[in-house]
């Protein structure tokens, strides 16, 4: 025990620095080592949660202690340097005014957790922290969207929360440059920005789509031509049923029916238009094969 205590000693004294009564932590924060998306926008960047920098801090920091993280950009570094030992650290550079100016010290702090939620123990699950998720945020310490297109340097802090002191922190990480925001207005978007792959794609669905419409067209065209074909032209009736007028059988109220579609051929096959059931012919007064037929279809 020790042995291992002495150890810890060894070691605490080797990666830290004590400054004006602040021990310095040689392990900066760094960007993440995961394979995430967007891990650097115009407005935020991805580093790694500080499992296991604060390790050496002091027993009673597992429960009065929190970890903060410093963005700075420009002389924000050298401004937080001279402001650390400040009583007043948490509210000397507020958010929304952090670099609204050329006089605001380019610099603020947001609080990340609590010590004892970051153990010196290897962690399974992906694990980071996303500087300038609060987009626009408008108190204090909150974690505000980063200047775009600016480069910003981190460092984590420990902070006593019974007195608001720092009591350790860590270097500064390298600069992280944040994309640059394109103006709308200054992108080109003429044919020479185009790729010839993409010009012949397009080529070729306009071409199929032309194809497609006049498709449609002529089948409109010629459906609508064999429909007035079918209306106005029905197919030949053979046979029996080619009957221009005749009595249907009801046996209370007989009535004529008089089928249109042959009205202009009745002459062809007799004198007489309709055979009614007043008119009862004899066998003798038919002279002719089709009144003949009436003759025998009026009996039958």
């Not at 340097?81 to 005014?97: G, K, R, W």
């Not at 996303?130 to 200047?147: E, I, Q």
């Not at 032209?233 to 046996?251: A, I, Q, W």
């Amino acid at each position: 025990m020790a042995l291992l205590t002495e150890g810890c000693v060894i070691l605490f004294l080797f990666f830290s620095v004590v400054e004006g009564g602040i021990t310095q932590m040689n392990t900066p924060p760094q960007v993440s080592s995961y394979n995430l998306a967007a891990k650097i926008t115009s407005t935020t960047v991805v580093l790694n949660q500080p499992y296991c920098y604060f390790n050496a801090a002091p027993s009673l920091c597992q429960v009065q202690c929190d970890i903060y993280i410093v963005p700075a950009v420009g002389p924000g570094m050298a401004n937080f340097n001279s402001d650390e030992t400040n009583a007043n650290i948490l509210q000397l550079s507020p958010y929304p005014t952090a670099f609204a100016t050329n006089s605001s010290k380019n610099y603020f702090l947001t609080r990340v957790g609590m010590l004892s939620s970051f153990p010196c123990v290897a962690s399974n699950t992906i694990t980071y922290v996303r500087v300038g998720s609060d987009g626009n945020c408008s108190s204090t310490n909150c974690n505000g969207a980063l200047p775009a297109g600016s480069t910003v340097s981190f460092k984590y802090v420990l902070i006593n929360t019974t007195n608001n002191q720092i009591i350790m922190d860590t270097s500064w990480s390298s600069a992280v440059t944040l994309n640059s925001v394109t103006n709308p207005a200054t992108i080109d978007n003429g044919l020479r920005r185009r790729s010839a792959g993409m010009i012949i794609i397009t080529a070729i669905l306009c071409v199929l789509f032309f194809l497609l419409l006049l498709l449609l067209i002529f089948a409109l065209i010629f459906g609508r031509r064999f429909t007035t074909f079918t209306e106005r032209e029905p197919l030949p009736v053979l046979g029996s049923l080619r009957v221009k007028k005749y009595e249907t059988h009801n046996v209370h109220e007989p009535q004529s029916y008089t089928n249109t579609t042959y009205a202009d051929d009745v002459k062809k096959f007799s004198t007489d238009d309709v055979l009614t059931s007043n008119q009862k012919p004899t066998a003798p007064d038919l002279q002719d094969s089709v009144k003949l037929q009436r003759y025998q279809k009026f009996v039958n």
